[in-house]
C-alpha cells in the first residue's frame, strides 16, 4: 500500500524557516515526481511545487519561488520542503502527493496524497 | 498563469440528482485535466485524469468530457457518500492551478 506521511508542521514566527518532510513507502519512490500542495483550513488547494524522480528539475508556484526550496533524497525516500521567510499568508495544511507519472515524465495527476502537516506563521 | 474557474461554488441536491459540475481554463489545455474529490477532515483523492480517464476504484456514476478551455464532471446518480467538495486542476503546464472549488451539499 502507497502510504505518504508528512512531518515538521509548527508554528513559526513571520520571517522564520521551517523544513517539512514527507516519507514514502509502498512504491518504488526513486522512479516518480512529487509535489507539494497547500490548502489554508476551510479554503481551496493551492499547488507549492513539483521535482522530478531524479531532483534534476523543480517548479514553483509564484508565490513561493525564491523563498521555498522542494528536495528528495530517494535513498530515504523522502520528500523535503524547506521553507524561508514565511509569511502569515503561508500558514496552509501541506500536502505531499505523488505524481502518477513514472521516470520518462510527470503527469500532475496526483495520487495518493498523504494526511498533511499543519504549518502556522504567526507572531 | 492558467486561471481555472470552477462553477458553481456551492450547490445542494437530493440522493438520485444528476449533478453536474463546470470547470474552465483560461486558455486551452487540451485534456490536462484533472477532477479531486476532498470530504472534510481528509486528503483529496483523485476522482479524474486526463479529462475523461476514471481514476481506478472510483465509481463509474462519476465521467468527466470536455477538451479544449471548457470541462465538466458528472455525477449520474449523487450518493450519500459523494457529498464533498470537489476541485478541477489543470496539468498542462507549470504553474499547476486549481478551480476554487465546488460543495456539493444535502437538499
Known amino acids: 500500500e502507497v502510504q505518504l506521511v508528512e512531518s515538521g508542521g509548527v508554528v513559526v514566527q513571520p520571517g522564520g524557516s521551517l523544513r517539512l518532510s514527507c516519507a514514502a513507502s509502498?512504491?518504488?519512490?526513486?522512479?516518480?515526481?512529487m509535489h507539494w500542495v497547500r490548502q489554508v483550513p476551510g479554503k481551496g488547494l493551492e499547488w507549492v511545487s513539483l521535482?522530478?524522480?531524479?531532483?534534476?528539475?523543480?517548479y514553483y508556484a509564484d508565490s513561493v519561488r525564491g523563498r521555498f526550496t522542494i528536495s528528495r533524497d530517494n535513498s530515504k525516500n523522502s520528500l523535503y520542503l524547506q521553507m524561508n521567510s514565511l509569511r502569515t499568508e503561508d500558514t496552509a495544511l501541506y500536502y505531499c502527493?505523488?505524481?502518477?507519472?513514472?521516470?520518462?515524465?510527470?503527469?500532475?495527476?496526483?495520487?495518493?496524497w498523504g494526511q498533511g502537516t499543519l504549518v502556522t506563521v504567526s507572531s | 498563469d492558467i486561471q481555472m474557474t470552477q462553477s458553481p461554488s456551492s450547490l445542494s441536491a437530493s440522493v438520485g440528482d444528476r449533478v453536474t459540475i463546470t470547470c474552465r481554463a483560461s486558455?486551452?489545455?487540451?485534456?490536462?485535466l484533472n477532477w479531486y474529490q476532498q470530504k472534510p477532515g481528509k486528503a483529496p483523492k483523485l476522482l479524474i485524469y486526463?479529462?475523461?480517464s476514471l481514476h481506478s476504484g472510483v465509481p463509474s456514476r462519476f465521467s468527466g468530457s470536455g477538451s479544449g478551455t471548457d470541462f465538466t464532471l458528472t455525477i449520474s446518480s449523487l450518493q450519500p457518500e459523494d457529498f464533498a467538495t470537489y476541485y478541477c486542476?489543470?496539468?498542462?503546464?507549470?504553474?499547476?492551478?486549481f478551480g476554487g472549488g465546488t460543495k456539493v451539499e444535502i437538499k
Open positions: 502527493a505523488k505524481d502518477r507519472g513514472d521516470s520518462s515524465g510527470w503527469l500532475g495527476w496526483l495520487d495518493p
Open positions: 509502498g512504491f518504488t519512490f526513486d522512479d516518480y515526481t
Open positions: 521535482i522530478t524522480w531524479d531532483g534534476d528539475n523543480t
Open positions: 486558455q486551452s489545455i487540451t485534456n490536462y
Open positions: 486526463a479529462a475523461s
Open positions: 486542476h489543470q496539468s498542462y503546464s507549470t504553474p499547476l492551478t
